[in-house]
């Protein structure tokens, strides 16, 4: 509940109506009136309330059928029924369908100035319990920043320095790399962290999506936009905006995003009224926006105006010395996620991992963690737990000779059922050279 | 409050409506001059309006006083407050103290209840007229546009009950007298 308070009066007799707007009025609420349910519901379609008084008896709707129709839709506004002397009995009903309280006219002054200001905080604890609950999921979702590296160092640093400041920054990376992470890092510790962090995945949506999404839009604005639907931008305003795969991003809506930074104003889809926000500007890509810029495809002046500080979030393959931190990290989540007893990982898979390239990054990683804890059979992650990481179609595994060498010895002795002849006639070796690898790998028979 | 309040102010008009007593008045006047440092002509008492009068709850409708002020001329003040005995209400409240629109020109503060307390028991004359001046800067200040505080101890805090308007003081409290003289000097510009 930012700024004034909305309220919204819904009253067939206008010098009831009138009445009420007034006095409300006088605490510096917004208020505005409804001489009908029908016209009430048309209101609550363009705009949001924070309180509503609705009378129960109205010509055009019953009161008990807009009540319904505005918990089923708009179930974040409160609503206090306003009934006449010897219909309580109405009220009660309305009460057990939702309604958050009841006053009979005419209203008892002290009766209806308590009244609204416990529902007026009641509305305040719910917005902070949600901003509070966004914060700390913010928060845990940070954890996930892990790293010893000295370049996870470095942009631990940067992150608190460019958190101080409220410009522009683009995070260049490739896929994976936790570039959201560290938006929400950057977001959690500035000065915007009680407010929203709003991210939205640009490549995700086609053009005409993408637009509505961004910047909302009034009802009819196109078919299908049956009621009016705040963008992005609007729900972002006094926190932080992320716009993922920013290079995705048409031509046209570069221009439209470039004047909101701008002038700091927009309007919905469908909409003439301008509306002001604030909020701090954080972009991502996997793209080389210069490039793109040269091919035609990025606009150089939107590309100025984002890339105020830039920070460039390292693949994994370039932080080895992380594997193990982040491998341990994610294992202890999914074993409180999944229940399951996994103590840890041996070295061999430990090994394995660190030597694995990680196209996919640190996501990659996470996944393959997650996958290995789900299907493990013993008390410790094993080498065999990330076979599946030897067989990623396309990709090879850098490996030594040595550790090809184990691996196929080890293969076809599963081939044939551990039979050292066979095997070592297979192998082209004699049964002593077998042996003597089986000795020198640890190789050893699966348990029958 | 008087500092640094533009001379150029026009002043208000204040009106006895009913039979209120010349001390009540003045007790008023000396109030909005000392407090809110604007100065305040006397005029002529006015009849209460008829038409205002509700039958069916034998008191009368602040609201429609303050049309009928807002039907008469004012032009060289700032606003008027009218002063009367009868008990006024509104069409959503069972009472009112006193009405004015935010930003308006009339107001309107009944010494109806104001004499005793809820209980019945009559308080002193000094003590009415403390409650009559904080009533009449209240809704003369709505008239500069200024809205209810939530200050329990400023004069703009909103009170339904005689003991409420007792624990106030008799001033604005530091933001809500900030507000004003930013309001006053817009009225006078």
């Known amino acids: 509940m930012t700024g004034r308070i909305?309220?919204?009066?819904?009253?067939?007799?206008?010098?009831?109506?009138?009445?009420?707007?007034?006095?409300?009025?006088?605490?510096?609420?917004?208020v505005s009136g409804a001489e009908g349910g029908r016209r009430a519901l048309e209101m609550l379609g363009e705009r949001e309330f924070d309180l509503i008084f609705l009378d129960i008896k109205m010509p055009d709707m019953d009161g008990l059928e807009v009540l319904h129709e505005i918990k089923a839709n708009y179930p974040e506004s409160m609503v206090v029924m306003i009934t006449a002397y010897g219909s309580v009995q109405t009220a009660v009903e309305a009460m057990k369908s939702g309604a958050n309280d009841y006053l009979m006219k005419p209203f008892e002054p002290e009766n209806l100035a308590l009244l609204v200001e416990k529902l007026l905080q009641q509305k305040k604890i719910l917005d902070e319990n949600l901003l509070l609950r966004e914060?700390?999921?913010?928060?845990?979702?940070?954890?996930?920043?892990?790293?010893?590296?000295?370049?996870?160092?470095?942009?631990?640093?940067?992150?608190?320095?460019?958190?101080?400041?409220?410009?522009?920054?683009?995070?260049?990376?490739?896929?994976?790399?936790?570039?959201?992470?560290?938006?929400?890092?950057?977001?959690?510790?500035?000065?915007?962290?009680?407010?929203?962090?709003?991210?939205?995945?640009?490549?995700?949506?086609?053009?005409?999506?993408?637009?509505?999404?961004?910047?909302?839009?009034?009802?009819?604005?196109?078919?299908?936009?049956?009621?009016?639907?705040?963008?992005?931008?609007?729900?972002?305003?006094?926190?932080?905006?992320?716009?993922?795969?920013?290079?995705?991003?048409?031509?046209?809506?570069q221009v439209d995003l470039l004047r909101v930074l701008e002038e700091k104003t927009f309007h919905r889809v469908g909409g003439t009224k301008e509306i002001s926000v604030d909020f701090r500007l954080i972009c991502a890509t996997h793209r080389d926006l210069p490039k793109e810029i040269e091919r035609g495809v990025f606009r150089r002046d939107f590309y100025y105006r984002l890339n105020v500080i830039e920070i460039e979030v390292p693949p994994l393959r370039l932080r080895k010395e992380d594997i193990p931190v982040l491998a341990q990290h994610f294992l202890e989540r999914s074993r409180r996620e999944t229940n399951k007893p996994i103590m840890g990982i041996q070295s061999p898979a430990m090994e394995l991992l660190a030597r694995y390239e990680w196209p996919g990054n640190v996501r990659e990683l996470q996944n393959a963690v997650e996958r290995a804890v789900v299907l493990a059979k013993g008390r410790h992650l094993t080498r065999d737990d990330f076979a599946f990481l030897l067989r990623t179609g396309g990709r090879t595994v850098p490996q030594s000779l040595k550790e090809n060498e184990k691996q196929h010895i080890d293969h076809i002795l599963k081939q044939c059922g551990w039979n050292i002849s066979k095997a070592a006639g297979v192998l082209e070796v004699s049964r002593i050279t077998l042996h003597n690898k089986i000795k020198k790998y640890g190789l050893t028979p699966p348990v029958p | 409050m008087k500092k640094g309040i533009p001379r150029t102010l026009p002043p208000l008009g204040l009106i006895?409506?009913?039979?209120?007593?010349?001390?009540?008045?003045?007790?008023?006047?000396?109030?909005?001059?000392?407090?809110?440092?604007?100065?305040?002509?006397?005029?002529?008492?006015?009849?209460?309006?008829?038409?205002?009068?509700?039958?069916?709850?034998?008191?009368?409708?602040?609201?429609?006083?303050?049309?009928?002020?807002?039907?008469?001329?004012?032009?060289?003040?700032?606003?008027?407050?009218?002063?009367?005995?009868v008990d006024l209400c509104s069409p959503i409240l069972t009472y009112v103290y006193g009405e004015a629109e935010v930003g308006g020109t009339t107001a309107v503060v009944s010494s109806h209840r104001l004499r005793s307390n809820e209980d019945g028991s009559i308080v002193s004359l000094g003590r009415y007229y403390e409650r009559l001046a904080k009533v009449s800067l209240h809704e003369v200040a709505h008239i500069l546009s200024m809205f209810h505080c939530e200050k329990d101890d400023c004069l703009m805090h909103y009170c339904s009950k005689t003991h409420h308007l007792d624990r106030l003081g008799i001033a604005f409290c530091r933001r809500c007298e900030y507000v004003l003289k930013k309001n006053l000097a817009l009225r006078c510009s």
Not at chain 1, 178 to 185: D, F, H, I, P, S
Not at chain 1, 243 to 250: K, M, S, T
Not at chain 2, 44 to 68: C, N, V, Y
């Open chain 1, 135 to 253: 914060h700390v999921a913010t928060r845990v979702r940070c954890e996930d920043l892990v790293g010893v590296s000295p370049c996870m160092q470095q942009l631990f640093d940067l992150i608190e320095e460019v958190a101080a400041v409220d410009s522009p920054v683009v995070l260049r990376g490739e896929t994976g790399t936790g570039k959201e992470l560290v938006a929400r890092a950057i977001h959690s510790r500035s000065g915007r962290s009680y407010s929203p962090f709003i991210p939205i995945n640009c490549g995700a949506f086609p053009e005409t999506l993408l637009e509505s999404e961004l910047f909302g839009h009034e009802s009819g604005a196109f078919t299908g936009a049956v009621r009016a639907r705040k963008g992005r931008l609007e729900m972002a305003h006094g926190g932080t905006l992320f716009l993922d795969e920013i290079g995705e991003i048409p031509l046209k809506m």
């Open chain 1, 6 to 30: 909305k309220i919204l009066v819904v009253d067939d007799e206008l010098i009831v109506r009138e009445s009420l707007v007034g006095w409300l009025k006088k605490s510096g609420h917004e």
């Open chain 2, 16 to 85: 006895e409506m009913g039979r209120l007593g010349e001390v009540a008045v003045r007790v008023v006047a000396a109030n909005l001059q000392g407090v809110l440092g604007i100065p305040v002509d006397l005029l002529q008492p006015m009849d209460i309006p008829t038409e205002s009068f509700q039958e069916h709850r034998k008191q009368h409708d602040a609201g429609l006083i303050l049309k009928h002020l807002a039907s008469r001329s004012f032009p060289n003040h700032l606003g008027v407050l009218a002063l009367t005995t």
